[in-house]
């Protein structure tokens, strides 16, 4: 099976713009969640969708929006992004009736 | 709340030695807890969970991880460390009731030296 794949790996954006990065689970895969990587926080959990439901939130504030779609693969979006956005945003999937996450290979977003 | 902690930022090693890293949690109920490794410039890689059952357990490359509930600790060994185990190394953890939403520590850096 194909792993977990996100677009684009690289972004640059200025202060103010939107983004949106796009993740597509291990086929069968239901439950999509993605976390922030960044060298002074680590890894924060953003959200996580099951069947285009969000099941869970993270503490980030309303810029950061999140959707899945019927085929499982989702999108997150960050809107009037600030210099402290830049991070790696990591995207990971989860077969049903376990809890093992499977990354993919991130996107790193620099914002300037 | 649900917390990890990683005390050292980086761990040396010589290659062949047995090796180490050290992860101790916090949890409301049953952990559940895991050890995922980073490469450079790339995803995390699964290496291993507990759940339930049996206190050691075998995860991928020859990783294992020892879960003591007394002393709230889930530490990471191998008995032979090789130089391309040298990468950062994040321990995680989450409650039963609190979904897919996993709780990470820091990240320990090991570097494995021939």
């Given at each position: 099976k194909a792993g977990v794949t996100q677009t684009p790996r690289y972004l640059i954006k200025t202060r103010g713009q939107q983004v949106t990065l796009s993740c597509s689970p291990i086929s069968g895969h239901r439950s999509v969640s993605w976390y922030q990587?960044?060298?002074?926080q680590g890894l924060q959990f953003l959200f996580e969708y099951f069947s285009e439901t969000q099941r869970n939130k993270g503490n980030f504030p309303g810029r950061f929006s999140g959707r899945q779609f019927s085929n499982s693969r989702s999108e997150m979006n960050v809107s009037t992004?600030?210099?402290?956005?830049s991070a790696l945003y990591l995207c990971a999937s989860t077969p049903d009736l376990t809890d093992t996450q499977y990354?993919?290979?991130?996107?790193?977003?620099?914002?300037? | 709340a649900q917390s990890v902690a990683q005390p050292e930022d980086q761990v040396n090693v010589a290659e062949g030695n047995p090796l180490t890293v050290k992860c101790t949690y916090s949890v409301s109920g049953n952990p559940y807890l895991f050890w995922y490794v980073q490469y450079p410039n790339r995803g995390l890689q699964f290496l291993l969970k507990y759940i339930t059952g049996d206190n050691l357990v075998k995860g991928s490359y020859g990783f294992e991880a020892e879960f003591n509930?007394?002393?709230?600790?889930?530490h990471l060994k191998k008995p032979s460390?090789?130089?391309?185990d040298s990468a950062l190394y994040f321990c995680a953890v989450k409650s039963r009731n609190s979904g897919y939403a996993l709780n990470f520590g820091k990240g320990t850096s090991l570097l494995v030296t021939p």
């Open positions: 990587q960044t060298p002074g992004l600030e210099l402290g956005d990354f993919g290979p991130g996107t790193r977003l620099t914002v300037l | 509930k007394s002393q709230t600790s889930f460390a090789l130089v391309s």
